[in-house]
């Protein structure tokens, strides 16, 4: 990513000077961490004592990441149930493909549901992954209510002794209440089966601070227990991770990089730090 990179490397001193800070702040927020995440992590590095600029740096960003546990919080007893929610075209379908990709290599039989009703396209979508990758997805007839498929997915899940439940729903805007309120009602009728374990908000990373913001609202209608960002690949703008972390404190659960099936995988924060970092 080179982020921070080329900027450490002509920066051989061991203090920064007011105007090596002002370069850094530049690099931050061009990498949309955000202005006022940017303006902590600068008073860190100052007031940071260690004897190079490389670890006052490294340990002000990673003080900015959440301790909270990334990995998915697995079910002791019955499927582990993930939600997958997120605003529209944010990469929630193809996310969910990859997530039941990544649990499938890993020898866990999954169910898709496609809680998305509104468009027979969304269904279609689905599908076609779940053939691509060998996992059965269960879906209603258009228009069906999407609790109801969720409903009925819990308890295959369930009943059928399946490892994960992971449900796609449809893109929606936060600010509609009434879609918010769905969402709601489909963990609801999952909980009257089984537990929701997980509930990804899926945050396109291109979209940057508006992106954030949109999470913020969400997180104030459903219990949102993880984030996956997606579409970071070829993006400059890899601070977004540290934004997304340090303004919402819910924890980076994966990222995605690429439309491929591949392209998903769990956050690993010290890995992202020294990316920024070398
Ligand atoms: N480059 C890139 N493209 C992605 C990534 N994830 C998803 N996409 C693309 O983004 C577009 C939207 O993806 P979907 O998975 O359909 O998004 P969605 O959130 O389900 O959309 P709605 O259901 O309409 O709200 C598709 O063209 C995907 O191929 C990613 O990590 N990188
Ligand atoms: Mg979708």
């Not at 290599?105 to 076609?128: I, M, S």
């Not at 609801?188 to 537990?195: A, D, F, G, L, S």
């Not at 459903?222 to 970071?232: D, R, W």
């Not at 995605?256 to 020294?274: N, R």
Request: proline share 2%; with cysteine.
């Amino acid at each position: 990513m080179d982020l921070f990179g080329s900027f450490l490397r002509k920066f051989s001193k061991s203090k920064a000077s007011i105007e090596d800070l002002e370069e850094f702040r530049q690099i931050l927020i061009s990498s949309d961490i955000g202005v006022k995440i940017c303006d902590e992590i600068i008073d860190l590095v100052k007031r940071e004592r260690s004897d190079t600029v490389l670890s006052a740096i490294t340990s002000a960003l990673k003080s900015k990441l959440t301790t909270s546990l990334r990995s998915i919080n697995l079910s002791s007893d019955g499927p582990t149930v993930i939600l997958i929610v997120g605003v529209n075209g944010t990469g929630k379908t193809t996310s969910a493909a990859k997530l039941a990709n990544y649990f499938t290599k890993a020898g866990k039989r999954v169910l898709l549901v496609a809680a998305d009703t509104f468009r027979a396209a969304a269904v279609d979508q689905l599908q076609t992954w779940g053939q691509r990758i060998g996992v059965e997805v269960l879906s209603g007839s258009n228009d069906s209510d999407p609790a109801a498929i969720a409903f009925d997915g819990a308890k295959r899940a369930r009943d059928e002794g399946f490892d994960f439940l992971i449900v796609d729903t449809a893109g929606r805007l936060h600010t509609k209440s009434n879609l918010m309120d769905e969402l709601a009602k489909i963990q609801r009728v999952i909980e009257k089966v089984t537990p929701v374990n997980e509930i990804l908000f899926v945050l396109d990373g291109t979209t940057g601070q508006n992106g954030i913001k949109q999470a913020k609202t969400f997180a104030t209608s459903v219990n949102l227990t993880g984030i996956m960002v997606t579409k970071l690949d070829g993006s400059t703008k890899g601070g977004i991770a540290i934004a997304t972390e340090a303004a919402l404190q819910i924890p980076l659960k994966f990222v995605g990089s690429g439309e491929a099936l591949e392209d998903l995988v769990p956050f690993d924060a010290d890995g992202y730090i020294s990316e920024l970092l070398t």
